[in-house]
């Protein structure tokens, strides 16, 4: 029986242990092979092809650890992978059936081994003409990672080295006219001139963007079989594109969504698996928790969380493969947060004629400056509202920059263009006029950054609205930022699903100082926080309602009482 087959088989058959969406792969397989017994399925099966892939391997030589200089012979799950992705091929053309790739596995488990022999096999032995293999990643450093473990296996591989020209640059192949070299988003190249045969993008959880990722498989048409291979462990932000890319595999596997040209194999641990759980290790390490020196390893990363909690999140992110929404300092689990989204089932509160607070971010003039309602609805809960405002000068930049679709926003109602380049602070005063008296809101305060707010402040208390400066401080915000937070924890805070805020809250990060008081972290945040920092300008104050506390808010807005008191 083919390595292939086999592995599949073992996994199903509980030989080896393997998490659900390995099993999924493992039957997709078996699955095709029925099918390809009849002679309309497009796809073949080549053990022969899968085989080939494997016995390059043993040309090649490790390059560092305890098998430094000996022939690489590739792990049984390493064989299903490359085994899967050569030996399935057209049954009318012969080309490859696959032509993207994406595996996760946690760190450790081979990954770089396997990339070198891959990007030198299609430079060298893959019977392609002019190859172009490229290294990718956002960044010139990351991405010569791949290329410079390629290089050193190619120098120190005797039957390789008698065939390739490693330069620190590029790899050239005589024999066919073929070229490996890193690719980063800082290259000149761009798109058009790339005609990649194989292109590999690492650790893909780390990219912002999927600008690197889209360039590349625009190029793909260029080649009969080209192969995007995308390989990566999870990551600690639900944000970027890896984590949809993630989704996307999953549900190919798990028959959610139909592609035959697109493979997928996804190491992590199931659900109800508990990651403290030796036995099952091996789910996300395939390779580490199958030696005696990778439990040891596993052991004492595991020992170390333990004892020091701010270790967890790594642990269980890179060696347990699991995707946390922790980026490290970051304030807001946004699974938490989209949880408490209205919908059907939790719809919104009748908001009408009720007591509010509001708080306004006003940012810079020509940035985004953000308003938040809050609500207190009297058992406990918070509903809250929010609304954006950015001027129309800088709308297109602000897209390119930010790369978020303002415009979509602004279509749907969720982001007012204010025209001209600067915010103008009276179009914010009008419309929360607008609002309080469409709605009947009884606005109990306005909450403010007091940077730049001074006329807007007085326009307000003109207009009869009682105004209190919000400090921007440790000690005047760590209070209701833990505070709300909290209750986001615990499902008591309602909110009106704001694209805008959600996106706002993945940014956010926290600061900390000796005492163990947070708030959020504008500079260190890496993106725009705006309407986060007005709803905590809100909830500074409304959480007090909640929490019956008596007090003149009038006192506190003449004499600014709140800010010496927890200055």
Known sequence: MDPVTKYARDVLEGQILAGWLVRCACQRHLNDLERSKQKDYPWIFDPTRAERVSAFYRFCRHVKGPLAGKPIELEPWQKFVLGSIFGWVDRRTGYRRYRKAYVEVAAGNGKSTLLSGLALYMLLADGEEGPEVYAAATKAEQARIVFNAARRMAIRSPELLRRLEPAKARIECPLNGGIFRPLSKDDQQRGDGLAPHLAIVDEYHAHDTSEIYDVLSQSLPKRAQPLLFVITTAGYDLAVPCYAEHQYAAKILLGEVENDEYFAYIAQLDEDDNPQDEAVWI????????????LRQLRAALKEALEDPRKMRNFLVKNMNMWLDQREEGYMPLEKWKACAANADNPMPDLEGRACYIGVDLS????????????????????????????????????????????????????????????????????????????????????????????????????????????????????????????????????????????????????????????????????????????????????????????????????????????
């Open 364 to 567: 810079a003039k020509i940035d985004l400056t953000s308003v938040a309602v809050e609500f207190p609805l009297g058992d406990g809960r918070f509903a809250v509202l929010s609304h954006s405002f950015i001027p129309a000068d800088r709308l297109a930049e602000r897209r390119k920059t930010d790369k978020q679709p303002y415009d979509s926003w602004a279509r749907l109602g969720w982001l007012t263009v204010i025209p001209g380049a600067v915010v103008d602070q009276q179009v914010i005063i009008d419309w929360i006029e607008a609002q309080v008296a469409e709605h009947g809101w009884k606005v109990r305060e306005i909450c403010v950054d007091p940077w730049n707010a001074t006329q807007f402040a007085i326009e307000l208390q003109k207009r009869g609205y009682t105004v209190v400066e919000i400090t921007q401080g440790i000690r005047t915000l760590s209070e209701p930022t833990k505070d709300f937070r909290e209750r986001v924890l615990r499902g008591e805070i309602i909110h009106d699903g704001s694209p805008v805020l959600a996106w706002a809250m993945g940014n956010a990060v926290e600061r900390q100082d000796h005492n163990g008081n947070i708030m959020l972290d504008k500079q260190k945040s890496r993106e725009r926080i705006d309407p986060v920092a007005a709803l905590m300008n809100a909830h500074a104050r409304a959480m007090h309602h909640e929490m019956g506390n008596a007090y003149d808010p009038n006192r506190y807005a003449t004499e600014d009482i709140l800010s010496k008191i927890w200055q």
């Open 283 to 294: 789910k996300a390490n395939p390779l580490v928790a199958a030696t005696d020196w990778g």
